[in-house]
């Protein structure tokens, strides 16, 4: 079933233990709106290369739609229209007021040279630029765009616009009125939902010491989730990329592996313990090797759909984070479920990004520029909230935490259309 099937099938279900209509039902899993286009770009060497791109405005029931642009060989149509989906359930979990969004070009941007690169994301912005705007539609990054492709994006529509418009993107780099803590929000505010959530579950769940934690995918969501997670005490002991993976037993050190991935292009001979990088510290794993380590705390934070009926039942963790978009596929998610695994969805655990969004959104709006404390503090807070709303709607329901999150979010939304 492809990711999109899946989330429809999710809202159905959702909307029908709410006891909501079918038309309501389809109003609520049916996009508003598809914008599907190309983007033809002059390639350094002259030739042209015709790239696939796409918007989908899924839902603006409580608010403007909210959602990232995914720059990925692999995009298409069902993909973003899922994507777009999973944002509007994910502001309404979290309670922001923004539906929901994406966008996504069909291209592998390590293939691009920083000039071709510029120049496509200006085009993608010069194609939605009618679309979008503040109160309309604010893009945002998501896989493989960063805030250097937003500042792009925002400074190609503001000259197309004629206008300055400040919250038209998020995203943005800190000096083109980007919101501090908008890098980290996604990996620290997971961690937050995580601890939140085991504090929650202590009495049943029971984590001895510094629990240990696998990560698959260590982009920025990954890194700052490892960040973060080592600085309060657990032990991440394994990391992966596109391109390999590693185990260091005792726990490895986040900013060194990350200056080692920097230099190398992957994580893989990466085995960083505090200052020091050496192949005695660790092993090379596979990435499918990674999923599968008896860990207590999985963090898919890359692509959707990796733990699945292929691997689900290697998995041993005894807690998975969904850090991505949609890394466990429904068939996985009740698999393990029954086996009594934690499952945090990632409408939940990976919304740390759109609120440092709505952040950044509010001081655009206002002219104003808080501090990353004030930032990260203010994010806590959502997410906890939401963690404990999701948290005791599963008790009181008996649902796994990923129904319990849809029933909050669909409930939200549905309150507008009664
Ligand atoms: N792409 C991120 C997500 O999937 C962030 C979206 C945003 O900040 O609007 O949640």
Redesign the pocket.
């Known amino acids: 079933m492809s990711m999109w099937e899946e989330t429809k099938k999710f809202i159905k279900q959702t909307g029908e233990k709410l006891g909501l209509s079918q038309g309501i039902i389809e109003r609520l899993i049916e996009p508003e709106m598809v914008y599907e286009f190309t983007i033809p770009l002059k390639k350094d060497d002259g030739s042209l290369q015709v790239f696939k791109a796409w918007r989908s405005q899924h839902n603006s029931l409580r608010g403007p739609y909210?959602?990232?642009i995914?720059f990925h060989p692999e995009v298409n149509e069902d993909e973003v229209k899922a994507?777009s989906a999973?944002?509007t359930i994910?502001c309404a979990v979290v309670n922001i007021p923004?539906g929901g969004?994406?966008g996504g070009v069909r291209v592998n941007p390590k293939e691009l040279s920083e000039r071709e690169l510029e120049l496509l994301s200006r085009a993608y912005s010069a194609k939605i630029a009618p679309f979008i705007g503040q109160d309309k539609d604010?893009?945002?990054?998501?896989?493989n765009t960063n805030p250097k492709i937003m500042g792009w994006m925002h400074e190609e529509y503001e000259k197309i616009k004629g206008v300055k418009e400040p919250s038209a993107f998020?995203?943005k780099p800190v000096c083109k009125g980007g919101s501090k803590g908008?890098v980290e929000a996604?990996g620290y505010g997971g961690v937050v939902v995580l601890e939140k959530i085991l504090n929650l579950k202590s009495q049943i769940l029971k984590l001895d010491g510094s629990p240990t934690i696998a990560i698959q995918g260590f982009g920025n969501v990954g890194y700052h989730f490892a960040k973060f997670a080592a600085e309060r005490g657990f032990k991440v002991v394994g990391v992966s990329d596109s391109k390999g993976a590693v185990y260091v037993e005792d726990g490895l050190d986040p900013e060194a592996t990350l200056k080692c991935k920097n230099e190398k292009g992957t994580v893989a001979g990466c085995y960083c313990k505090g200052s020091v990088c050496d192949v005695r510290f660790g092993k090379t794993i596979s990435g499918e090797e990674l999923l599968e380590l008896p860990v207590d705390i999985l963090v898919p934070a890359a692509l959707e759909g990796v733990i699945n009926e292929s691997n689900m039942k290697r998995i041993k963790a005894k807690v998975i984070i969904e850090m991505a978009?949609g890394p466990v596929t429904k068939q996985a998610h009740d698999y393990l479920t029954k086996k009594g695994v934690l499952i945090i969805p990632g409408i939940l655990a990976?919304?740390g990004?759109?609120v440092?969004?709505?952040f950044e959104w509010i001081q655009g709006r206002q002219g104003w520029r808080w501090g990353k404390e004030e930032v990260l503090t203010k994010l806590a807070d959502v997410m906890k909230k939401a963690a404990k709303e999701a948290w005791e709607l599963a008790i009181e329901g008996r649902v796994s935490l990923k129904e319990a999150a849809y029933l909050l979010g669909v409930r939200r939304l549905a309150e507008n259309l009664v």
């Open positions: 909210k959602g990232g995914r994507l999973l944002m994910k923004f969004g994406k604010i893009p945002a990054p998501d896989v998020t995203g908008r996604t978009n990976n919304a990004g759109v440092v969004s709505y």
